[in-house]
């Protein structure tokens, strides 16, 4: 090992077996963690290769269980968000491109620092299940075209070695480790092809728009480089996606969106990037017959009924679909949050808001947090909005314990920058690639 780390310190390109020595060693607790964490600062200050990274990405994607979707009919593809705040996307898109004939298969995961979970958030919905089993997962997809599940532990375990130790020697932001580290696990997943949407902005992990072109660039070329069809879009994190952000706020939403309401933005991106899915799996062939054949799903309630009928094949109260004020846990608190000063909107950061937002409950604080499902803020403005202080309610604060929304309130109000000159809204959609 001591030469592998030399070799890389050096500027030296790794070959295949090196890569496998050092991800074999992580997964079976052979190598000193020193080890391990010298490696991976001599990787953040030298870089991967385009082979490297593919290298290691499939390795790690190899240390563990891989999931079979063989038994399933035509090309598996499958959505990544590099995480968000108010990103309900999955929620929309998953019965939204079963509904179009193409087969979902999803694992996902839960609440991550400021960062919203999509598991938390199906499990508002009472009675859901996400803890499935391989065969009952498949088996759903087989019969109703979509399911989302918990991933298991055994996928990808070298990824949980390597993310632990760059959590703690400020590695985290290297950019091909971020790429192997999401699509080891997508790999192992086994998807025929990826979308691929990457945050950028004040609530995304990558705050700069060049940083974030760049990871999209290396994951598209890793999952190429590993056999995989890939497509990614850089999209718009510099405020919360849509209005809602927390767990069944969000489910709410999705279900007004799958009814042809609720938030423009949210719409458009759930389009987008289920076109792209319909393209890549080859059941379109150009954007607009993609996007067609989806507002052509919305707009006849196709969308929503698969909805409904996913939630029930996975244990919860289908009813969700048509009154989901009733059937959601509603907070026995609320609160305005009142423009402090008078002028426009001129930021609103999402990283702040998921931070206050998961110690109302919303997200998890710690590995054994309990999450609070109505918990949440519903956004009343936008990016260029005109406020006017002691007036303007900028958002509805909402949980189940007042002591904690009363906490918070500070923390989200600073999230709003409020100026005096109106600013453009940012783009959507600011890059396509591959």
């Known amino acids: 090992m001591y030469e592998i780390i030399k070799k890389k310190r050096d500027g030296g390109e790794l070959n295949r077996d090196e890569l496998a020595y050092v991800v074999r060693g992580a997964c079976q607790h052979r190598l000193p963690e020193a080890q391990l964490a010298a490696w991976l600062m001599a990787v953040f200050w030298r870089g991967l290769s385009r082979r490297e990274t593919v290298d290691?990405?499939?390795?790690?994607?190899?240390?563990?269980?891989?999931?079979?979707?063989?038994?399933?009919?035509?090309?598996?593809?499958?959505?990544?968000?590099?995480?968000?705040?108010?990103?309900?996307?999955t929620l929309v898109v998953a019965p939204l491109v079963a509904a179009a004939g193409l087969p979902v298969a999803k694992l996902s995961g839960r609440a991550l620092g400021h960062t919203g979970g999509t598991l938390d958030k199906l499990e508002s919905i009472p009675g859901f299940r996400t803890d499935l089993?391989?065969?009952?997962?498949?088996g759903q997809v087989e019969r109703?075209?979509?399911?989302?599940?918990?991933?298991?532990?055994?996928?990808?375990?070298?990824?949980?070695?390597?993310?632990?130790?760059?959590?703690?020697?400020?590695?985290?932001?290297?950019?091909?480790?971020?790429?192997?580290?999401?699509?080891?696990?997508?790999?192992?997943?086994?998807?025929?092809?990826?979308?691929?949407?990457?945050?950028?902005?004040?609530?995304?992990?990558?705050?700069?728009?060049?940083?974030?072109?760049?990871?999209?660039?290396?994951?598209?070329?890793?999952?190429?480089?590993?056999?995989?069809?890939?497509?990614?879009?850089?999209?718009?994190?510099n405020q919360p996606l849509g209005r809602a952000v927390g767990n069944a706020v969000e489910v709410e939403e999705a279900v007004a969106v799958l009814r042809g309401e609720g938030p423009a933005a949210v719409r458009e991106l759930s389009l987008e990037l289920g076109a792209e899915m319909l393209l890549l799996a080859g059941v379109e062939s150009s954007r607009e017959s993609a996007r067609r054949r989806l507002e052509e799903r919305l707009a006849s309630g196709a969308a929503l009924e698969k909805f409904q009928i996913w939630v029930q094949a996975q244990g919860g109260d289908p009813h969700v679909a048509e009154r989901p004020q009733e059937v959601l846990p509603r907070p026995s608190c609320?609160?305005?949050?009142?423009?402090g000063?008078?002028?426009?909107?001129?930021?609103?950061?999402?990283?702040?808001?998921g931070l206050a937002l998961a110690s109302m409950g919303a997200g998890r604080t710690g590995a054994d947090a309990v999450i609070d499902p109505a918990a949440g803020?519903?956004?009343?403005?936008?990016?260029?909005?005109?406020?006017?202080?002691?007036?303007?309610?900028?958002?509805?604060?909402?949980g189940t314990e007042a002591s904690r929304v009363e906490l918070a309130l500070?923390?989200?109000?600073?999230?709003f920058r409020i100026g005096p000159e109106p600013v453009p809204a940012p783009p959507l959609v600011y890059r396509r690639v591959g």
């Open 341 to 353: 000063t008078t002028g426009f909107v001129q930021g609103i950061n999402g990283e702040e808001i």
């Open 133 to 138: 089993s391989m065969d009952e997962f498949l």
């Open 56 to 89: 290691l990405t499939v390795l790690m994607a190899q240390s563990g269980s891989q999931l079979d979707l063989s038994r399933l009919p035509g090309v598996k593809v499958d959505k990544h968000s590099t995480g968000g705040v108010g990103d309900k996307t």
């Open 377 to 398: 803020l519903l956004v009343e403005v936008s990016i260029g909005d005109e406020v006017e202080a002691g007036r303007s309610v900028l958002g509805w604060v909402q």
């Open 334 to 339: 609320r609160r305005a949050l009142l423009a």
């Open 144 to 237: 109703i075209g979509v399911a989302v599940a918990g991933a298991g532990a055994g996928l990808a375990p070298a990824d949980k070695v390597f993310y632990a130790l760059r959590d703690q020697t400020a590695t985290v932001d290297s950019i091909p480790l971020i790429a192997a580290s999401v699509l080891s696990k997508k790999l192992a997943a086994g998807a025929d092809a990826f979308v691929l949407d990457v945050k950028v902005g004040s609530g995304a992990f990558l705050k700069r728009e060049e940083e974030a072109v760049t990871l999209a660039e290396t994951m598209v070329e890793t999952a190429r480089g590993a056999g995989r069809r890939a497509r990614a879009l850089v999209t718009d994190m």
């Open 410 to 415: 500070p923390r989200l109000l600073d999230a």
